[in-house]
């Protein structure tokens, strides 16, 4: 039997984000927007209630629900602004869960927990200045030194860069396979910021997502521990990868509520403006704008929604979770386009939101795959040219949380 309702659980924490949002972020956005500024002071309050690590178990410092929660939490943050999915997307889709996935119990009680608390933060280092969609491409490398690996490269477009205590990053381990480009050579690490010989910078020269902190990290022979390396040398490939499953699926999620956002402001517009005499909601093409919001955002919703409830089961879902962003990013795009035409001039200026959300959606379009790797991975499954394998670790499905 298919059901569509949300647990109660569910609904409280939908209920809670967006309320929190509403109170503590939605009236200051404007202005951090407009000054480019990052409100470090944001992370304490996602930490203090429980956001930070809500599908982690509670035995490892989170709050224990589900991985649908974690979608309601993203879709209800990027309705107000995309930054405040982008904390959840890097610190607990891309960080937390590859740890949760793949980490070994001291790690997990060395990094995890903290994380999950809030009490330390985590961002993901994949992105190079020459390396983008083609991961292969990444030039960082590591050298193993006795029961340690120097690391020296650098990471681009990293999210929390500035703020960040702990980093996922991935390097070449093996520099034969570097040169055949064989990702079985890729190894994934735990870096924190005090290790020797890393250094982050601020990327001030963004089009979008003004109010969140992107930057860059410099590793340059830095040390690393051998107990720091994530899963097994050579398996780095795989859990970027893997984290990109989470990742995808909390952009999938926000971008929905991008679109929403950008239906309700259109909505609320086009019944204050009036042209020839009635509201421009009473014109045809306005209308079809907004309906075109609303089958697009119901759809994204129901994709994200998809890709969540086969993470609860524990069965794979890169196809699906690759859909649902590919999708729902496409489709924000196109309704903040959209919501910008429909507020016409006022559409151009800050003091309406959908100009914000136009700056914001185009990211999301790029990052964690392009929209046209995603439209050649959902050709190849269909043409069976693209079969996922299973891999040694998965993430772990809701029911063997301890509750």
Known sequence: MIGFDLTEENLMLEQSVREWSAVEVAPQIRQLDREHRFDKSILKKMAALGMLGLCVPKKYGGVGMDYVSLGLASEELEYVDTSLRVILSVHLGLNCLSLLTWGNEDQKLRYLVPQAKGERIATYGLTEPGAGSDVRGIQTVANKKGDR??????????????????????????????????????????VEREFEGFVSGTLTEKWGILAGNTGFFKMEEMEVPEDNVLGKPGEGFKIAMSALDQGRYTVAAGAAGLIRACRDASEKYAKERRTFGVEIGRHQLVKAMIANMESTYQASRLLWLRAGWLKNEGRRNTRETGLAKWFSTEASEKAASDA???????????????????RNCKGAVIYEGTKEIHSLMQADYVLGYRVDKATRCELPKYSEFEK
């Open 149 to 190: 690996y120097l690391l020296t490269g650098e990471k681009m477009w990293i999210s929390l860069a500035d703020v960040a205590d702990h980093f996922l990053v991935f390097a070449w381990s093996d520099l034969e396979k570097k040169k055949a480009r064989d990702p079985s050579g890729l190894t994934a690490f735990i």
């Open 340 to 358: 910008v035409q429909i507020h016409g001039a006022n559409g151009y200026s800050d003091e309406y939101p959908v100009g914000r959300f136009y």
